[in-house]
């Protein structure tokens, strides 16, 4: 679970409704479901138009990318390549086979059955590299779904303030349905901006942050797959690897 991701929706939602009881005013009057039918249907309505199905539904899987995103634990995966380069230099790249059941990243077991089967190591370089460009180019194009929702959204919110606005100039001789008129006119401007930059905009640049992180840690992974086809030196591996590292994580490798 990304706490950060989180607590952001939690922090940005209780300043809102804090800010509004500050003021005097009711929660009830900012919730206003005829606005935000207008700025979300017509935001969906517009990612819609703009993107393929799959794409629309890579967007909605990718959320869990941004709440609760897979951690990185380039420490671990280190720790098993030198444990395989180990394994390989004093069995050979064949004993890597019984290996392959202990591997839970099927990304790292592709690269390892690649050696076994004694894929050259340029052709394994290549053969991750582009899963990895692949995976990154989809990542984006779902995040740059939300980014469009983000450039709707506050359009949208207006159109909604029209609406409410036209509303009330229909009804300027009942006084009773002014009141409601001008609400969805204002909260239809609020729900707009409001999911633009507290939610659809900082969703996507914390998914395109996400899919650098799980680029990183597989350009790791194959740098270390093409050492091990190599049969590098395992520390020599691990001097490497290591510069894939945090500074922190670093200096802890250090003390030990």
Same mark, same amino acid.
């Given at each position: 679970?990304?706490?950060?991701?989180?607590?952001?929706?939690?922090?940005?939602?209780?300043?809102?409704?804090?800010?509004?009881?500050?003021?005097?005013?009711?929660?009830?009057?900012?919730?206003?479901?005829?606005?935000?039918?207008?700025?979300?249907?017509?935001?969906?309505?517009?990612?819609?138009?703009?993107?393929?199905?799959?794409?629309?539904?890579?967007?909605?899987?990718?959320?869990?990318?941004?709440?609760?995103?897979?951690?990185?634990?380039?420490?671990?995966?280190?720790?098993?390549?030198?444990?395989?380069?180990?394994?390989?230099?004093? #069995?050979?790249?064949?004993?890597?086979?019984?290996?392959?059941?202990?591997?839970?990243?099927?990304?790292?077991?592709?690269?390892?059955?690649?050696?076994?089967?004694?894929?050259?190591?340029?052709?394994?370089?290549?053969?991750?590299?582009?899963?990895?460009?692949?995976?990154?180019? #989809?990542?984006? @194009?779902?995040?740059?779904?939300?980014?469009?929702?983000?450039?709707?959204?506050?359009?949208?919110?207006?159109?909604?303030?029209?609406?409410?606005?036209?509303?009330?100039?229909?009804?300027?001789?009942?006084?009773?349905?002014?009141?409601?008129?001008?609400?969805?006119?204002?909260?239809?401007?609020?729900?707009?901006?409001?999911?633009?930059?507290?939610?659809?905009?900082?969703?996507?640049?914390?998914?395109?942050?996400? @899919?650098?992180?799980?680029?990183?840690?597989?350009?790791?992974?194959?740098?270390?797959?093409?050492?091990?086809?190599?049969?590098?030196?395992?520390?020599?591996?691990?001097?490497?690897?290591?510069?894939?590292?945090?500074?922190?994580?670093?200096?802890?490798?250090?003390?030990?």
């Amino acid at each position: 679970m990304d706490i950060a991701t989180i607590l952001g929706i939690v922090l940005a939602l209780g300043s809102i409704a804090g800010g509004q009881a500050l003021e005097g005013g009711h929660l009830g009057s900012i919730l206003q479901l005829t606005a935000f039918i207008i700025v979300m249907g017509g935001t969906l309505g517009a990612c819609c138009v703009q993107n393929p199905l799959p794409v629309l539904l890579k967007a909605v899987g990718a959320l869990s990318l941004a709440l609760a995103g897979p951690h990185q634990d380039n420490k671990g995966t280190i720790k098993l390549i030198l444990d395989l380069a180990n394994v390989s230099r004093k #069995q050979g790249l064949l004993a890597l086979e019984g290996k392959l059941k202990e591997i839970k990243d099927p990304f790292m077991r592709k690269g390892v059955q690649l050696i076994v089967d004694g894929t050259d190591p340029k052709a394994v370089h290549e053969i991750l590299e582009i899963e990895v460009e692949h995976h990154e180019e #989809q990542g984006i @194009l779902a995040a740059k779904v939300w980014e469009a929702a983000g450039g709707y959204a506050p359009t949208v919110g207006i159109l909604g303030a029209v609406l409410g606005l036209i509303h009330v100039m229909e009804n300027l001789a009942d006084p009773s349905k002014l009141g409601s008129g001008i609400a969805v006119a204002f909260v239809a401007t609020v729900y707009g901006v409001g999911a633009a930059n507290l939610f659809f905009l900082p969703l996507a640049n914390k998914i395109k942050l996400k @899919l650098k992180e799980e680029a990183g840690a597989r350009n790791l992974t194959i740098m270390g797959l093409v050492g091990l086809a190599h049969g590098e030196n395992p520390r020599l591996l691990q001097e490497k690897l290591e510069g894939f590292l945090s500074p922190a994580d670093r200096m802890k490798e250090t003390k030990k």
